[in-house]
């Protein structure tokens, strides 16, 4: 008697849960709507600041380590551990340019961050994509291929030949920002998981 009850309810049950409707999608004008909401909340932020954890690898090399992220207007600190056994590396910008502080407390300068950690671990990061597009934004004054989740988010950024991906958003104070994010071109690929966003409103 059990089973036969049990064999009638199943099938019922399947057909209940099939028949739910899921999250309603939004139309293109709700979903422009929301994206030009998001997009003021998030660059509305004053100073913010990230902590996770990055790996970059090309064909022919590869480095993971633990990143720490500071942005106030067009200033930054960024610190990168054990990147290809240099075991940390400092880079801060002001008027000057961006200097660079190594394990051994060298320093080093250059106009931009991008050349330093060339020259230190061979590989091109594109930090001036990165200050924006690890918040949720594309790169301003460049053309892009934005793609949307249901939320009116950005899930995908075609951008200055980089393809940029996100998976998943974390809600802080009153702002959706990223929590992982894919990057890659022809020649390197960059996974960012961000494990603490920390914002000024």
């Given at each position: 008697?059990?089973?036969?009850?049990?064999?009638?309810?199943?099938?019922?049950?399947?057909?209940?849960?099939?028949?739910?409707?899921?999250?309603?999608?939004?139309t293109s004008h709700e979903q422009a709507?929301?994206?030009?909401?998001?997009?003021?909340?998030?660059?509305?932020?004053?100073?913010?600041?990230?902590?996770?954890?990055?790996?970059?690898?090309?064909?022919?090399?590869?480095?993971?380590?633990?990143?720490?992220?500071?942005?106030?207007?067009?200033?930054?600190?960024?610190?990168?551990?054990?990147?290809?056994?240099?075991?940390?590396?400092?880079?801060?910008?002001?008027?000057?340019?961006?200097?660079?502080?190594?394990?051994?407390?060298?320093?080093?300068?250059?106009?931009?961050?991008?050349?330093?950690?060339?020259?230190?671990?061979?590989m091109r990061l594109p930090v001036a994509?990165?200050?924006?597009?690890?918040?949720?934004?594309?790169?301003?004054?460049?053309?892009?291929?934005?793609?949307?989740?249901?939320?009116?988010?950005?899930?995908?950024?075609?951008?200055?030949?980089?393809d940029i991906r996100y998976r998943g958003?974390?809600?802080?104070?009153?702002?959706?920002?990223?929590?992982?994010?894919?990057?890659?071109?022809?020649?390197?690929?960059?996974?960012?998981?961000?494990?603490?966003?920390?914002?000024?409103?």
């Amino acid at each position: 008697m059990l089973r036969g009850l049990l064999a009638l309810a199943i099938p019922a049950l399947l057909v209940a849960c099939a028949g739910q409707p899921g999250p309603p999608s939004l139309t293109s004008h709700e979903q422009a709507r929301a994206w030009q909401a998001h997009q003021a909340r998030v660059a509305g932020l004053g100073a913010w600041a990230l902590s996770g954890r990055i790996s970059v690898s090309t064909e022919e090399d590869s480095w993971s380590g633990k990143l720490r992220w500071r942005q106030d207007g067009e200033r930054f600190q960024i610190a990168f551990d054990a990147p290809m056994g240099m075991g940390a590396a400092r880079l801060r910008s002001d008027d000057a340019g961006v200097l660079m502080e190594d394990a051994n407390g060298r320093q080093y300068v250059a106009a931009d961050a991008e050349s330093l950690l060339h020259r230190f671990i061979g590989m091109r990061l594109p930090v001036a994509g990165l200050r924006h597009w690890v918040t949720g934004l594309p790169q301003p004054h460049l053309s892009s291929q934005l793609e949307y989740d249901g939320a009116g988010r950005l899930a995908r950024i075609r951008q200055a030949g980089w393809d940029i991906r996100y998976r998943g958003y974390r809600h802080v104070r009153n702002v959706d920002l990223p929590k992982k994010i894919f990057i890659e071109n022809e020649r390197l690929n960059v996974r960012l998981v961000i494990d603490r966003w920390d914002v000024q409103a």
